[in-house]
């Protein structure tokens, strides 16, 4: 997909909302433990209820492969049933991977060609020849993690670096790659005031943004400073929205969640 | 597994090294291609040929993931097989994985539980919360990406922060992480200068180091500056052992290039 794609998406949904499916078999409801693929059957209940709120999917991959094979073929499942049934959204493999050159290939075959999924997200540890590998891949998207949205990120990615935080550094790097169009970058909304200091590095890019809603964001403030004219932001919200019941309303009441967040961002867009 | 019996291994071998399991279709000999599944049947041969040559097997994820579900499926074929045949053989998912707590758990029980794994790598740039829920597992570890061996290194891992480099800091920093005697580290060959310094900060604890071979790495270097009172490395060679030959001898070759670097190990260990 290309990010002309997924701007008119946009503005035609009204909605920059992106949905994590990190299916946890202990969280969802008791009665589909009896369907013979448990993770799928939730993932399309909720993908069935909430496609025209959101603008992307983004299962992470941990969930899936913490039940190896059963997992793996519910991911394939999954995105096969995106690709087909909504080929205008967006996908994301949460996958955080990242590796040496022909190594990072591989996971590159794997999450855009294997699965075809959109876009993947990515480390930046490695540096440049760990991330270039996925940014070969035309029309697919990098999603690099700068500033991510747990306590953690305070351990290294804010550590200054010649007097500038390290994360600032891997954008400024990052822009400088090989097909660096093909990046977008992870930054988490319990920082929303980092928010201004991104954008004066990455002025256009689009930024993933989890940590609205279960880890305390506000979509007010992370749109007041990460907004660009094309919007520029995916939105995640995961158990916020699928896990909002445990009950067998449970694809409706994701419905209704996502409803509410994509009412704000309507609203939003139009001012 | 516990770090008494691998070092027990260890010197019952008299060798430290570790054979990377890193399955290219393209790469292995052509006649296995017929085979029901040619990964495992590749990874059966070479595990058969050279088990007594190494004391640990490191399959890198990517390579599975390319090959989808067949891929998944031929990763598990090949840790049950390890478990079954080799217990006392020390094993590495090199997945280089990290998420956010409660994600990275899932991480951890896809590869300490699900797939059994004795260890698997992580990448640290999200800190402490996205590598302490791997350290809970009792008698696994956690081999967190320092030092890398590839160019990318230099991007960011060599990078001066507070008048000390990134890799420093990480190795710092992680030693004050709760069970933090369950961590081991990734070092690149390629930079055996910096093992002395590395040896500085942690005295002990154990370096996956890959880089020996293919990437140009020395062993007598890597064993002046990072060998301990109970050697305290795991020499990773993949390439270079595993396609010793594309033909029907393969396994062998791969044993008679084994064999060449664990008497070189034999020799510096009776020094």
Redesign the interface.
Known sequence: MTTDQLILQIKQKKSFLCIGL?V?LDKIPQHLLKEEDPIFAFNKAIIDATHHLCVAYKP?T??Y?????RG??AL?KTIAYLNEKHPEIFTIA?A??????N??T??A??FFE??AFDSVTV?????????EPFLAFKNKHTIL?AL??????????T????GKE?YK??LE?SKRWKNSQNLMYVVGATKAEYLAEIRKIIPEAFLLVPGVGAQGGNLQEVCKYGRTANIGLLINSSRGIIYASKNEDFAKAAALNAEALQKEMAAIMSR
């Open positions: 990190d946890d992470n941990a969930f492969e913490a039940y190896g094979i793996w073929k394939e949460d955080k991977r990242g590796d040496i050159g190594t990072s591989m996971y075959k794997a294997d699965l480390a930046p540890y490695m540096g440049k020849d760990s991330v993690l991510t949205s747990n306590k953690g990120a305070f351990d290294f990615q550590q200054e670096v010649d390290l550094h891997v790097t």
